[in-house]
């Protein structure tokens, strides 16, 4: 049993002490708690990794263990960290944390909701710290099926149809990963289903021609990529805050990481025969999603489209083959789940108090919404890229790597996607213009409140952490270079 | 013609003519199964074939496999989950009757819709 | 020079300070930071180019000096991304410029910006972009730069949209960031090309004369345009957007909805000039590599400065009269920049860039003045328009004087600085091309009118009649006029040449005398045009009007630039591309997934009579199954 399972464990137990609690009070206590203790965990971890590493213990994963779980299948419990899996693991710890201040007034079933939400947590941290093909499928399905509840009962608008949409989307490209893992695991003749082992033993190119293309799909429909993506501006619009915050920050996530961690590195060759189409598509996202931001009217969509967009600046990355871009599409993803987490956050808080999300009803709010205004124009600025925050630092990274090569093909298409920041500054000042800016139209809107004291704790951790990644990016992005290596060794060969 | 009657009057019951029985048992019941509405009169249905299917067994090993008992065997077990089943089917029968004053068939769809 | 870094950090203390606080503070102490720190700061820049200029010189040469250099973020084992400071004479001229106007416009907003709602939040604006135009100015290298061109530029929308509640200086502030952003989008992809083929984004290192970096791109080009061209070029247009160089000119002069003090910090003095500080800054590079490139930007310049001119001419709102009256100036610094050489102390090649450098320094001086000068206007006024103003000169002594000494400086009337800066211009144009030269001269002229058909139409003509009397300005807002105005009266004889060159080493000035006369005649006349026109209420100006009715309403709707924008943005951008991929993702990609749920649920409601729970039918269809089975068994 290895340390890195209390990751798991945490919410496990978190959920033992739900199902005991008695009343609000203990169920929030309990949250609070175990949210503030996982972050923590997370913190030491981070620490613990980085001093491993300036000790100079240079293996491809740190902290591993592997335990036989069902000889029969040769599927093994391992886990193993490298700087990747940690920065996803803090970036799901503190959407996580955030997540639970801003549902601190969630009803009904309150106790049910929490329930479901640390399933979702559990979920992500065991993805993100397992090395096994299998049990990373495993927590994969956990961190999807409680959206369905999550959404269906705790959700807004047409909340069945739009739960049963997402789930059966996003079951669609779980099915198509497990026959992937399955084809993986049995052409690579490896003797378990552990990543590095199946590494060690390649699989054939013959098997990597169909393998590669549908592994990568299915984890890139899961990262919303063009034409798979309306999931997701539905998903956003009918779940509840939390819920948004946690899709957008994380699970989209599980997209881009199982792009870098099984179809890059386990079919490098293939990788490269089939790039193109996947860069034409990420590009086609990216400037897709910018575009149709514009045009939109309910801020959750606006949002939503926005994280086509970004989202596709990760395939779009990792696809580019170069530490730098590779290193880009990392830190694009942590990015990008702490700002559009922070934007959802905000959205949930003003659409609690003004009753509608269309940016046409609304004006003025910052003279009654100060907090909330002025943390939304920091999220709008974080997205559009201003120096300083992180949303600058992942892009100019992507930018340059891409730019790395030298291929017209490649410039033509690095060159679209560095377009984005004019389209994004353009529906980020729209938003930010209309319904924060000018005078209050609507009466109802003078005496609204400003944010709580447990709002406040939500959005002020969250851009603490879009701060420390945008002024001080050089250990993150260390952290993440060394460890995009062992992917990029795989592709060069 | 004549002789095949004589024949048959004459001598000893031929095994033709207790399968001829228990086909017309069995297709009867097969025809009171497709075609009735009422669940009492399906269960009868399933009954006679039940039964029809009793006489093959104790025919077939009376004439086929005369030192053998397994068939009245058979035939005696079946009569006994016949009885169990309808007991059984009775008591689902009656309730259902009780909560929906019907024992058509058709009409038992409330579980579905 | 360690002490350099805290010009860079104590603004952003304070920014960070004020923006924490926010209204926890008094306005008071909120000004009171504001400017104790600015007055810091100036101290020191003048501390630093005092020491910069007495002691870093070496064989006659003035050192570049890095006194901080620490890696922000690596990419790769070639570029990386750098904070730090770089000292050489550009950065030490603009780090005073930036402080001085600074510190006038943070005394002079003490009284300016009094009462209003969200004064603390002001000053934090204001200091974020102190912060940031210095960040920029002292850059080591093109990244960062960039990031502190980002930061100003976010800055410059925050202050623009000071007032957040009126819809035009939202929109005002939308558009300054949107087009300079559009303009930011070439500056990256410039750095990227730049970076991708040298492998560096040092200033020092590609300033530093070393073609072996820029051996890649030889041979390299674009549709017969070589590639170091096309990526000067792109950087030049992030000069350009920010610069407000026609067509990209259009932000400025809505950007003047911001506060006034704003404007003449920002829109005149600093944030506008940092186009031609990136020429400069790179102009070793653009001097030897893309020399086409840095005749294109005279040209662009030259033609700017001229539209501009026009334009402010016929416009009615004084800031407006100024903000274009920036663009055409940022022209001349253009031009100045493009016609120059390098080094030339016998040949005058260095003259160019140096009249640039001498300009930009003075136009901050003189221009803030006019801002704020206008700004005290508008004060006494409540308006900005100048039909409601005229015969002020009686009520407002301090400004009438300051305002007319800025005036006669920008139109070159000897011996105010915008006469020597001005002039040297002209001469290394007319070096460059007599025509040019001869454009630069109208332009020249064009200036001195407009600016005294603005003087005479504040300070002169009819009285308005007023609600109130207006009356001058209190001490805070006059003591920074006042400063401003004794800046401008002597620093056409600061020894610039020795100071500011392109190759760092001393520059003696000729003036030449014809052009000098032949300017100085030229101003002469324009602003007795504009004294005939003006002085005294007449006719002749709405006869003119009259007259070239239709070139007079083409430059009073600026030549329909901005419809021009609005078309693009609106009918082309928004409405042909934006709506319909939204339209297109609902209705044909979401479309497309509900339908295949749709379909799926059409199918089973048609196949659902197979699973009907009837067991006499499954028995029925057993039966007849059976009975086939058994048929083909027997006959087949």
């Not at chain 1, 996530?253 to 598509?281: D, N």
């Not at chain 2, 009492?40 to 086929?64: C, H, K, Q, T």
């Not at chain 3, 500056?187 to 020092?204: A, E, P, Q, R, V």
């Not at chain 3, 001086?365 to 004060?379: E, N, P, R, T």
Request: aromatic share 14%.
């Amino acid at each position: 049993m290895n340390f890195l399972s209390l990751f798991v464990l945490i919410p496990a137990l978190m959920m033992i002490g739900l199902f005991v609690s008695k009343n609000r009070k203990q169920i929030l206590f309990i949250m609070t708690f175990g949210a503030s203790l996982q972050l923590i965990f997370t913190s030491v971890v981070t620490y613990m990794y980085l001093a491993e590493r300036a000790a100079g213990n240079m293996a491809e994963m740190l902290f591993t263990a592997d335990t036989v779980w069902y000889a029969p299948f040769n599927i093994h419990y391992s886990v193993g960290i490298d700087g990747v899996s940690v920065v996803m693991l803090l970036l799901s710890a503190i959407i996580i944390f955030a997540g639970i201040f801003a549902s601190w007034k969630i009803e009904p079933l309150t106790k049910e909701f929490f329930i479901w939400y640390n399933l979702l947590s559990l979920g992500v941290f065991g993805f993100f710290i397992c090395l096994d093909l299998f049990t990373m499928f495993l927590y994969y399905e956990i961190a999807l099926v409680p959206m369905f509840l999550l959404i269906g009962i705790w959700g807004s608008g047409k909340k069945e149809f739009v739960a049963m949409k997402l789930i059966l989307m996003l079951m669609a490209c779980s099915a198509l990963l497990l026959m992937c893992i399955l084809g993986i695991y049995y052409q690579s003749g490896a003797s378990s289903m552990n990543i590095l082992e199946i590494a060690k033993h390649g699989i054939p190119l013959q098997a990597q021609y169909y393998l590669f293309p549908l592994t990568f799909l299915a984890f890139a429909i899961k990262g919303a990529m063009f034409p798979f993506h309306t999931w997701l501006p539905d998903g956003h619009a009918s779940a509840p805050t939390a819920v948004s915050m946690f899709q957008a920050g994380v699970l989209m996530k599980l997209g881009g990481y199982g792009c870098f961690r099984i179809a890059l590195y386990l079919m490098p060759q293939a990788a490269h025969e089939f790039a193109w189409i996947f860069i034409i598509l990420s590009v086609i996202s990216v400037i897709y999603g910018a575009f149709a931001a514009v045009a939109q009217k309910d801020l959750k969509y606006i949002n939503a489209y926005s994280s086509v967009s970004h989202c596709g600046l990760v395939t779009f990355a990792l696809l580019m083959f170069n530490q730098t871009a590779m290193t880009g599409a990392i830190l694009q993803m942590l990015s990008h789940g702490l700002m559009a987490a922070l934007i959802f956050a905000l959205i949930g808080m003003i659409y609690g108090r003004t009753h509608t999300r269309l940016i046409n009803e609304m004006s003025g709010l910052m003279k009654v919404l100060p907090f909330l205004g002025v943390s939304y124009v920091i999220g709008g600025l974080a997205s559009l890229g201003l120096p300083g925050l992180s949303g600058f630092i992942s892009e100019m990274t992507i930018f340059v790597g891409a730019f790395q090569e030298a291929d017209t093909f490649y410039r033509v298409l690095t060159i679209i996607a560095c377009s984005t920041i004019v389209i994004t500054a353009v529906y980020i000042l729209r938003m930010v213009g209309k319904i924060l800016f000018g005078a209050i139209q609507d009466e109802h809107h003078k005496h609204l409140e400003d944010a709580t004291w447990y709002e406040r704790i939500s959005v002020v951790t969250l851009i603490a952490a879009i701060f420390a990644v945008g002024s001080a990016p050089f250990w993150i992005s260390a952290m993440i270079g060394e460890s995009v290596m062992p992917v990029i060794t795989q592709l060069a060969k | 013609m004549g002789d095949l009657l004589i024949n048959f009057l004459s001598g000893p019951v031929p095994i033709e003519a207790y399968l001829g029985v228990s086909l017309i048992m069995f297709f009867a019941g097969v025809y009171g199964f497709l075609s009735r509405k009422s669940l009492l009169m399906i269960l009868i249905s399933v009954e006679l074939m039940l039964n029809a299917a009793d006489i093959n067994f104790i025919v077939f090993n009376r004439y086929l496999y005369p030192g053998h008992m397994e068939g009245f065997f058979f035939a005696l077990f079946t009569i006994a989950i016949a009885a169990c089943e309808t007991a059984v089917a009775i008591a689902i029968i009656i309730n259902i009757y009780r909560n929906l004053s019907s024992v058509q068939a058709g009409e038992l769809n409330q579980m579905k819709e | 020079m360690q002490y350099t870094l805290l010009i860079i950090l104590l603004p952003l203390l304070s920014f960070i300070v004020l923006g924490l606080m926010d209204s926890k503070l008094k306005p008071k102490v909120a000004g009171a930071i504001g400017v104790s720190v600015l007055g810091i700061i100036t101290l020191l820049s003048y501390i630093s180019a005092f020491e910069y200029f007495y002691l870093h010189k070496i064989e006659g040469v003035y050192e570049k000096l890095v006194p901080l250099h620490i890696e922000w973020i690596r990419f790769n084992e070639f570029l990386h991304i750098d904070l730090g400071i770089l000292l050489d004479p550009i950065s030490i001229m603009m780090l005073v410029v930036i402080t001085t106007v600074s510190l006038m416009v943070n005394i002079y907003s003490l009284e300016y910006m009094k009462g209003e709602k969200g004064f603390q939040r002001y000053y934090a604006f204001l200091s974020l972009f102190t912060f940031s135009m210095l960040g920029l100015v002292v850059a080591t290298n093109i990244f960062q730069m960039y990031i502190f061109w980002e930061l100003v530029g976010v800055s410059s929308y925050l202050l623009i949209g000071f007032y957040y509640t009126k819809p035009s200086a939202v929109a005002a502030s939308k558009k300054a960031f949107i087009v300079t952003r559009f303009a930011d989008l070439g500056f990256l992809i410039g750095i990227l090309f730049l970076s991708f083929y040298t492998k560096t984004f040092d200033f020092n290192i590609l300033n530093s004369g070393d073609a072996s970096i820029f051996a890649s791109t030889a041979g390299v080009s674009f549709m017969g345009i070589s590639v170091m061209s096309w990526t000067m070029g792109l950087i030049f247009i992030g000069g350009a957007g920010k610069s407000a160089m026609f067509p990209l000119h259009i932000w400025l002069p809505d950007a003047m909805e911001g506060p006034t003090p704003v404007s003449a910090l920002i829109h005149a003095a600093t944030m506008v000039v940092a186009g031609v500080f990136l020429v400069a800054r790179l102009f070793p590079v653009y001097h030897t590599y893309a020399p086409d490139v840095l005749h294109v930007i005279a040209y662009i310049g030259a033609f700017t400065s001229l539209f501009a001119a026009v334009i402010a001419c016929v416009q009615t709102d004084i800031k407006r009269v100024l903000a274009f009256s920036t663009i055409s100036q940022i022209g001349f610094m253009m031009v100045g920049l493009g016609v120059s050489g390098i080094g030339g102390h016998e040949g005058h090649e260095g003259l160019g860039y140096m009249a640039s450098m001498f300009h930009l320094f003075t136009h901050a001086m003189f221009k803030a003045l006019l801002f704020l000068g206008a700004g005290s206007v508008i004060h006494a006024v409540h308006s900005n328009e100048m039909n409601h103003m005229g015969g002020l000169r009686k009520y407002m002594p301090i400004t009438n004087i300051t305002f007319l000494i800025a005036c006669l400086a920008i139109a070159g009337i000897f011996p105010f600085s915008g006469f020597f800066s001005k002039d040297e211009i002209l001469a290394a144009t007319f070096q460059f091309s007599p025509y040019l030269g001869a454009t630069m001269s109208f332009i020249a002229g064009l200036t001195a009118f407009y600016m005294f058909r603005l003087y005479f139409n504040i300070f002169w003509g009819k009285e308005h009649k007023h609600e109130h009397t207006p009356h001058e300005s209190p001490f805070t807002m006059a003591f920074p006029l006042v400063f401003l105005a004794a800046v401008t009266v002597v620093a056409g004889f600061l020894p610039f040449g020795k100071l500011v060159t392109a190759d760092r080493s001393e520059y003696i000035i000729h003036l030449d005398p014809i052009v000098a006369t032949v300017s100085i005649i030229i101003a002469v006349l324009s602003i007795t045009l504009a004294a005939l026109m003006y002085m005294k209420e007449k006719e002749t100006p709405k006869q003119l009007a009259t007259t070239f009715s239709g070139i007079f309403k083409m430059a009073s709707n600026r030549f329909y630039i901005d419809e021009v924008y609005i078309f693009i943005t609106k009918k082309i951008i928004f409405n042909l591309v934006s709506t319909p991929i939204a339209w297109f993702d609902r209705n044909v990609i979401d479309a497309t997934i509900n339908n295949i749920g749709v379909v799926t649920q059409w199918t089973s409601h048609k196949t659902k009579r197979f699973q009907s729970g009837q067991v006499q039918q499954y028995a029925y269809v057993f039966l007849v199954g059976t009975l086939i089975i058994a048929a083909i068994m027997l006959f087949v």
